[in-house]
């Protein structure tokens, strides 16, 4: 990546971590999976709903980091990584789509349309979807979209499904995994702990510690530990702040002691989205006429799970992020306005404009 598009991915993973994080509970999201899913709604999307994708991801958004990050080099001596990925547009066969969106689609990794049986048999799309992604996602996500979230008129879907599995260049021994206290919010408790003495990375500064540990394939894993509270650090975490302490991983002698992991998140990125402007995709009369000429084309709902697992062997990872679509009534002109505060009144002579009374009302 340039400075600046990593800049721009650094801005939005920390922006999206902050709102799913919020609750203080265990969080996991991918980034590249949901960068990927909006990216491809962002192809469609024209005028506000295109301005606010924009804004997320980041004016400099560019789908070829993403495509360069869906290849791993493998090395013959050990056990190579698998990394799967699939960008998929599942559409009503009904559904006009533009020629110039699936040409573009089929430049993503994996990229590819089918169809979906979604107004005549929306369970039977929901579980050709799914089994999709389960297939992608080597079963870690065997049912991203839930009973009901297909609807006779949802017409589309665009998933992102990833499965990323790599082993460490230098493995964790099994035997020197045991018990240790681990200070969680809800007070001190026993984890399975991995342990190792060997030379990573390591940087410090800013109030975090920072240790990479190098998987093969030239993927990573970068733990940041805080000094002190963990909400209170990250509450400071800003991109340029992020990008200056992992510039600054340097080969070191590290004695580790690092948790085992398996995480299994689901996040409501429909609820999300709103809170970091992402709106208009939403309305009635959003305009996606970049995926169809259809102006009745919204999204319903944006789906995203992502699980991760890290033992002494390495790590392995799946995530998919599913954004809905149906067709909606288009806009009216109709407004709602309730009167629930105090107010002016005029009574006037419509022609003349004479007032007969006016009054201001507090206790009515």
Known sequence: MSDGTTASHLTFSLALHRVVAAGGADSCFSPYSVASALGLVARAARGKAADELSALLGADFDARPLREAATLEPRPDRDEPVLAVANTLWVWDQLPIEPDYTRDLATWPGGRVAE???VTEPERAREMINADIAETTRGLIPELLPPGIVTADTVASVVNAL????PWAIPFSDGATAPAVFAAPSGPREVPTMHQSERLTYHADSGWQLVGLPAIGGAEAVVLLPDGDLAAQEASLDAPTLAALLDGLRPRQV?????????DVRTDLTRALPQLGVRTMFAPGADLSGLS???RLAVSDVLHQSVLRVDERGFEGAAATAAMMRLTSMPTDEVSVSVDRPFLLLVRHQATGVVYFFARVVEP
């Open 255 to 263: 004695i580790l002691a690092l948790p085992k992991l398996d995480l």
């Open 293 to 295: 000429p259809d102006p």
């Open 163 to 166: 499965y990323l599995r790599c």
């Open 116 to 118: 979906a049986p979604f």
